[in-house]
């Protein structure tokens, strides 16, 4: 019979049993622990007050024993407790705060959103002064630690060493727990300081980690985990500062950690592969030497080399053979090994290291129950390791980091943190294509370009896109999948794991397996419909650009040094007056643009293509004696370098724009999607002008910018205006959705530490990026940014075209037109006039008409101005159709 006082005696025992192991690790007391809760909770009578909690404290016993043993059955069981007892409690209830769930970190990211759910929940219900308190805010911050790693948000490591340090600071000296807290905030150091790298937060890691491992005592189940997480803080400094005792120390911090763990302990993989590790930085020092070309005895003096290699070729494969086939470290002990045995073939050239290396660089590179985020970054690793060393095979490794992008910028976290993690992802796509290209894989270059850059605006493309493709086989799951995709591009209740799912349900019907799948390079070569389309990769001594004509795609390579060309681009990044951009622009001529225009045939076109260009003749619309346009596809030549304004400004017929019609495009995919607005109506334009911004200072050039729009709208089309007070961020967007075309005549701005929040100053605030790409603004025409910086990129994400015209571009403007850095307040109403003027006439925007427009209106700044004013007319731009 269930009652009397049994189960309480069974729960003290219970308790007591968890203390003694916490105290000695002694395995048969976390056994016993389990034992006796689960006989109390079997004793506890239905209903009873401490029902939840008896539920609570056994799925903490199976908690510590996977800690121990590492058991996937029991965080299972103690995952299931933690729900089950949470069930029991309504919000509100004291009892909650009794409470110890238990979440799995290793699979669904909403698991850990239930973990720090449930444990604020359970500390906030707990009293100031409560025994308990630091033991809830260590928990909530391990979770928030978990998700951390996981989704890699800085918040959450910033929560987790505010959860970690309130522990600290309510535990008394002397506490057992004292040393856990420690060493719990070491970590999280650890962790910002290889997030941030302050130098700062390497030392805090070091001090607490030097403190928990002091405070614990001989024999403590803890002590080899301690030794082990000083020894990642002090290869951490050794790799910043190169002090080679830091290394020692790492190295003994590693092998005392190693001899301290016990044969079986789940740890031990680990303990291996952390002293691998650090006898692998021997051998790296050994390979800096090697390549500045010191001698072969001061080689041996530095290190002992070879001896290093055979102790982490050891540590690597035992840590190997002990990991089990469903660890989520396993992928990592692979990557290991396959550096391990790289490293054994270069020493030897034996084929059965290289074949090793290779297999265990594809187990490590595959997704499992790691985190995705590691598997990308061993493939990745993996892949620049093969750009260097060809037997290694590039192709197939880039294959498998380009297929493993959208795992690691995952849909389901938040734009900056895609950004940030774009940001790690070192140039991917720009690796990528060089090694297609080194390899004449062309078609395949231009695919991994389209596919790797701008990731986090293809992303928010394909939520935006139809699916009325998918309507006739199967309306439910369409109807479904455009609700779940609408949601997430609002960042509403939308489930990333829920969108993911229907996609590969739809991708399951016949005739449908390319549904939503990125384009092929058969259908990207269309985006030439108007004219070439020119993209050009840059990396390391290779400069590439793939020319693409109507149904074809050619490789011209250049003779450009990328080095070269960064080096020099950079000056441009703080705009003229320069005294190098003259140089600057006459290497982009002589290096990258006239050999391109040559391949194509362009320098041979008909004298009035030049003759004509500086004369006021250009502006009677003979569009026969035009350029013909050409589009730029680049990673960074639009942050850096200004191609559409290449030439050689002291020798005759030697500027881009005597032979072209310049104009950028983010992605191809972009300029495909960009098609022109085809209205039965004339279109209608919407001015926004802001002459006097609170805050800012006065820009009374856009009175006469409007002027000039009001002048040629007149009697042709619809016209309204927004200007100052009226020009609210909610009245412009909403304008934005009843207009066909959009002039923003204002101040505007680009944040680098937060891309998404560049933006327009109006008078009520900022207009930013996240909230114009929020709208899918459909049917629309030209939008014109007459406001400073509105195409200046990031130079830290070059691939990802994060900039206000480019978010007009996808947020549903075919064709938009930009400035790179400031412009004159009195060229702006200029060069606005001469583009509407040409616009207005018949309100023709495709084609092409738009770029054509701003061509003609720059050549009459430049003869206006000078020619070598470069900061008065090379920051305007065209990007789009």
């Known amino acids: 019979m269930k009652g009397g006082a049994d189960h309480e005696d069974l729960h003290e025992q219970a308790e007591s049993c968890l203390a003694r192991f916490r105290r000695f690790g002694n395995l048969d007391d976390i056994d016993k622990a389990i034992e006796y809760g689960a006989r109390a909770l079997d004793l506890t009578p239905s209903g009873h007050p401490s029902m939840s909690s008896r539920i609570s404290w056994l799925g903490v016993y199976y908690d510590e024993r996977y800690r121990r043993l590492g058991n996937l059955d029991d965080i299972n069981k103690s995952m299931e407790c933690g729900v089950r007892a949470l069930e029991l409690v309504s919000e509100n209830d004291p009892e909650l705060s009794g409470i110890h769930p238990s979440i799995s ?390 489930s990333p794991r829920e969108y993911s799912d229907l996609l590969a349900q739809a991708r399951s019907l016949s005739g449908l397996e390319l549904f939503l799948q990125p384009a092929k390079a058969d259908d990207l070569i269309r985006a030439a419909r108007y004219g070439p389309v020119v993209v050009v990769n840059c990396h390391q001594s290779d400069c590439d650009a793939l020319v693409i004509l109507p149904g074809q795609v050619h490789i011209h390579r250049t003779d450009a040094a990328n080095q070269g060309l960064r080096e020099r681009g950079f000056h441009l990044m703080n705009p003229p007056p320069d005294p190098d951009v003259g140089a600057v622009l006459a290497g982009l001529w002589k290096d990258l643009v006239r050999p391109v225009l040559d391949h194509l045939g362009y320098l041979v076109r008909p004298e009035k293509y030049t003759t004509r260009i500086h004369t006021k003749a250009r502006y009677v619309g003979r569009s026969h004696e035009r350029p013909p346009s050409c589009h730029m596809v680049s990673h960074w030549c639009v942050v850096i370098l200004p191609l559409h304004a290449a030439g050689d400004y002291d020798q005759p017929r030697s500027r881009v724009f005597d032979y072209v019609i310049s104009s950028y495009t983010p992605t191809l995919t972009a300029l495909l999607s960009s098609a022109p607005t085809v209205a039965n109506r004339p279109p209608q334009v919407l001015a926004i002008g802001q002459a006097a911004t609170p805050g800012r200072s006065p820009l009374q050039g856009t009175v006469k910018e409007l002027e000039y729009l009001r002048t040629h709208a007149q009697s042709r089309l619809a016209y309204a205006e927004l200007t100052d007070s009226q020009a609210t961020t909610v009245a412009v967007l909403d304008a934005m959705e009843q207009y066909d075309w959009v002039h923003l005549a204002c101040h505007a701005h680009q944040n680098v530490d937060d891309p998404t929040k560049s933006g327009f100053f109006l008078h009520d605030g900022t207009l930013d990026l996240a909230a114009i790409t929020q709208r899918s603004f459909r049917n629309k025409g030209p939008a014109f940014l007459s406001a400073c910086q509105t195409a200046t990129g990031d130079a830290k994400l070059p691939d990802e075209a994060i900039h206000l015209a480019s978010g007009m571009l996808m947020a549903g403007y075919p064709s938009v037109i930009a400035s790179m850095w400031s412009v004159v307040d009195e060229d702006a109403p200029f060069v606005a006039d001469k583009v509407y003027g040409r616009l207005m006439k018949d309100g023709k925007v495709g084609n092409g008409e738009a770029g054509k427009a701003l061509h003609e209106a720059v050549a009459g700044l430049r003869e206006k101005v000078g020619e070598k004013e470069f900061g008065r007319w090379v920051p305007y731009i065209h990007i789009g159709s």
Not at 169 to 192: K, N
């Open 105 to 494: 970190t290793h699979g669904d990211p909403a698991d850990l959103e239930k973990s720090i759910e449930y444990k604020s929940r359970a500390l906030d219900l707990t009293p100031d002064g409560h025994p308990d308190l630091p033991r809830r805010h260590a928990a909530l911050g391990g979770s928030y630690s978990d998700r951390y790693r996981r989704m890699g948000e800085l918040a959450d490591l910033e929560k987790s060493i505010e959860c970690d340090s309130r522990a600290l600071a309510l535990t008394p000296d002397g506490h057992p727990d004292l040393p856990r807290w420690y060493a719990a905030l070491g970590v999280s150091y650890s962790d910002r300081y290889r997030r941030m790298g302050d130098p700062a937060d390497l030392e805090k890691s070091i001090e607490y980690k030097s403190r928990a491992l002091a405070l614990t005592p001989d024999g403590h189940p803890d002590l080899p985990h301690r030794h082990a997480d000083l020894g990642v803080s002090y290869t951490y400094r050794y790799r910043r500062m190169g002090e080679l005792d830091d290394l020692n120390k790492a190295i003994e911090c590693d092998s005392r950690a190693l001899a301290l763990t016990p044969d079986g302990h789940p740890d031990l993989p680990h303990r291996h592969a952390d002293l691998g590790a650090s006898y692998t930085i021997d051998i790296d020092a050994w390979e800096i030497q090697l390549t500045s070309r010191r001698s072969h005895t001061d080689r041996y003096q530095l290190m002992g080399e070879l001896a290093d290699l055979e102790q982490s070729v050891q540590c690597y494969s035992r840590a190997l053979a002990l990991t089990p086939h469903d660890h989520p470290d396993l992928p990592t002990r692979h990557f290991d090994w396959a550096t391990s045995c790289h490293h054994q073939y270069q020493l030897n050239a034996h084929p059965s290291h290289l074949a090793a290396s290779l297999h265990s660089f594809r187990k490590a590179s595959q997704l499992s129950a790691a985190s995705p985020r590691d598997v990308f970054h061993n493939a990745f690793r993996w892949a620049k390791l093969a750009s260097d060393h060809t037997y290694l095979n590039p192709i197939e490794a880039f294959r498998i980091v380009i297929s493993l992008l959208p795992h690691f910028i995952w849909l389901g976290a938040t734009t900056a943190q895609r950004y940030h993690d774009l940001s790690s992802a070192d140039s991917v796509a720009v690796r990528a294509a060089s090694a297609a290209i080194r390899s004449s894989e062309h078609s395949l270059a231009l695919e991994w370009l389209e596919h790797a850059r701008c990731i986090v605006w293809s992303q928010t493309l394909m939520l935006r896109s139809p699916v009325g493709s998918l309507t006739p086989s199967d309306p439910l799951l369409a109807s479904r999948l455009q609700s779940v995709a609408q949601q997430l591009h609002h960042a509403s209740s939308g």
